[in-house]
């Protein structure tokens, strides 16, 4: 099956209503907005000066020079955080310095530096247009402006935009649980000794920080030997704590890939299984109760390509936002591809200002070393080779 039929199937088997929770706008970085925020007021709520000087009208000094200068009657001084009414009357200002209101009847801000910074009079040397250093009430925001949208990852400066508006806590979109267990009776874990005929896991290590660096939530990891029980009963412990488990390894059909019997067994719902793709072919997706299973293949750039391609559109799907959505766009192939594959492929690459070329070393599914230097994969068409100067498809891995 397609790689794009096997998404939209996994799309339409969950439930898009994310759960929400309300914080602290201090705890929102990085979280999914889950309403929308509209301006109670507008911003700024009244005139403010944009810088140190004399609240003026314009007209009453437009003939304004240094060598004549216009002598006004200074009303008084008003400070960032002030307030006063005044009655304005004619040839009169008013000192204000930035961020101060400037009141009713004046229009502009003479700089401190053009007038001779009197006290009870000023002379002004220099003639200013309406509204110059003058920051109109709502100029930023206008009452009932939407100035968050649901679906949007908030930034410190969303953040500082809702704070602005004295918004203390905002509706945030609860991250879902994710879980990943390795398989393999081969895995041992980092940090301990290698026994005969093992390797270290590294593949739920890659996944994991995948899922940290977007800021998704990590119920548990673990690696699991490739025995039938064993698994049954880890995968039932992994689904009580996460809405999504992701399995690596034991999708095939060898003798030990025991993963689609045990899901069998426990009853799930097999949404696909099998992408015509390569690498990676053998993966499947699954619910069982309430949970998600997308199970890859052991091989790591197999399981980081699948996990790519179908682990962040339900991302953006349970999370109610696109921002989890890789990057796609096209670019400029750098370099020759000359081998001919009968099935499209994912070719790990490396895309800079426009341009794409492959690492250096083995492209071996099973290779991991050269995927440091890769940024993104190239969707390749079955049946293609690749020239220099070709135009190719390319998708940015996301949590990298």
Not at 277 to 282: L, R
Request: proline share 5%; glycine share 8%.
């Amino acid at each position: 099956m397609e790689a794009e039929s096997c998404e939209k199937l996994l799309l339409e088997a969950v439930n898009g209503d994310s759960r929400r929770e309300r914080i602290s706008i201090d705890d929102a970085w990085g979280r999914v907005c889950a309403e929308t925020v509209y301006a109670p007021f507008m911003v700024p709520p009244f005139p403010k000066s944009a810088m140190d000087g004399y609240a003026v009208k314009a007209e009453e000094i437009k003939n304004a020079a240094r060598e004549c200068p216009v002598k006004l009657t200074v009303a008084g001084e008003l400070c960032a955080g002030d307030f006063a009414l005044y009655d304005r009357k004619p040839m009169t200002a008013v000192r204000v310095m930035t961020g101060a209101p400037v009141p009713e009847g004046f229009d502009a801000v003479v700089r401190q530096e053009d007038t001779d910074y009197g006290q009870e009079t000023v002379s002004v040397y220099r003639p200013v247009a309406p509204y110059t250093n003058y920051c109109k009430a709502g100029e930023d925001i206008t009452e009932g402006q939407c100035v968050v949208e649901r679906g949007v990852r908030l930034t410190s400066v969303h953040i500082g935009l809702l704070a602005s508006l004295g918004v203390a806590y905002v509706e945030a979109v609860k991250p879902f649980q994710t879980a990943v267990i390795a398989t393999g009776s081969e895995l041992c874990a980092p940090g301990e000794k290698l026994g005969p005929g093992q390797i270290y896991d590294s593949i739920s290590h890659m996944l994991c920080s995948s899922i940290r660096r977007e800021g998704l939530a990590l119920s548990g990891a673990w690696i699991c030997a490739d025995e039938e029980e064993l698994f049954l009963s880890r995968l039932r412990e992994a689904c009580s704590k996460a809405d999504v488990v992701i399995t690596v390894g034991g999708v095939s059909v060898g003798k030990k890939d025991i993963v689609p019997l045990v899901l069998k067994k426990l009853g799930a719902r097999e949404i696909f299984r099998g992408v015509d793709i390569q690498p990676g072919t053998p993966t499947m997706a699954s619910i069982l109760g309430d949970t998600v299973i997308l199970s890859l293949s052991g091989n790591p750039y197999a399981a980081l390509a699948h996990f790519q391609l179908f682990f962040w559109p339900l991302a953006a799907k349970l999370m109610g936002s696109r921002d989890f959505l890789p990057r796609r766009e096209t670019a400029v192939f750098s370099g020759e591809y000359a081998k001919v594959n009968k099935r499209r492929r994912l070719l790990r690459a490396l895309a800079a200002e426009g341009h794409v070329e492959l690492p250096s070393g083995i492209h071996a599914s099973s290779v991991i070393h050269n995927l440091a230097d890769c940024n993104c994969f190239i969707d390749l068409e079955a049946g293609r080779c690749l020239h220099q100067g070709d135009t190719v498809k390319i998708r940015y891995f996301k949590g990298e």
